[in-house]
T-cell receptor, first 113, second 114 residues
């Protein structure tokens, strides 16, 4: 069974600085998709970024970028110029063909002013 | 506005009662999903449906039931057989069936058993 591990239960960062959240996963498949979701205090799950495993180029969405290392099965999220609104729980998730998502336990990120 | 709505936002249930959580989407998505979230844990899949009148069990289906009579609606019933139903429930949808499409989430329902 696929597993997703987020080894950092909590992290904090100063406003305007950069922070990296870690995620590793386990699969024997070659084709799959990886996601980062953000869950702010409102508890709404918001898609941050998506990466296709067949693409070598790392995905980027404004201040959010990933470092996808397929051989190492690693998928970290970098948040640049952190803002107070980035304070949230961040979940890494894995999907194979068939649309079934497997989530990690999450990392609480606190942005301090 | 297109999106996914869940109701109610908060729900209280006495032990032994069945309750139904509503999920509606107007995104014209084919697939819909129900997840459960417990404190300090990620989301776990309860049930999913890729097409009307069809659905499959997820990882933690025991004590839950669903129906998919309309494309827009995917209600979840938490039955009295669910041993520990207090949790946050999230509904999601995606555009296609059987593919690898991004899932978009509703705002969730917090269920508390008294």
């Amino acid at each position: 069974a696929q597993t997703v591990t987020q080894s950092q239960p909590e992290m904090s960062v100063q406003e305007a600085e950069t922070v990296t959240l870690s995620c590793t996963y386990d699969t024997s498949e070659n084709n799959y998709y990886l996601f980062w979701y953000k869950q702010p205090p409102s508890r709404q799950m918001i898609l941050v970024i998506r990466q296709e495993a067949y693409k070598q180029q790392n995905a980027t969405e404004n201040r959010f970028s990933v470092n996808f290392q397929k051989a190492a099965k690693s998928f970290s999220l970098k948040i640049s110029d952190s803002q107070l609104g980035d304070t949230a729980m961040y979940f890494c998730a894995f999907m194979e063909y068939g649309n079934k998502l497997v989530f990690g336990a999450g990392t609480i990120l606190r942005v301090k002013s | 506005d297109g999106g996914i709505t869940q109701s109610p936002k908060y729900l209280f249930r006495k032990e032994g009662q069945n309750v139904t959580l509503s999920c509606e989407q107007n995104l014209n998505h084919d697939a819909m999903y129900w997840y459960r979230q417990d404190p300090g844990q990620g989301l776990r899949l309860i049930y999913y449906s890729q097409i009307v009148n069809d659905f499959q069990k997820g990882d933690i289906a025991e004590g839950y039931s669903v129906s998919r009579e309309k494309k827009e609606s995917f209600p979840l019933t938490v039955t009295s057989a669910q041993k520990n139903p207090t949790a946050f429930y999230l509904c999601a949808s995606s555009i296609d069936s059987g593919g690898t499409d991004t899932q978009y989430f509703g705002p969730g329902t917090r269920l508390t058993v008294l």
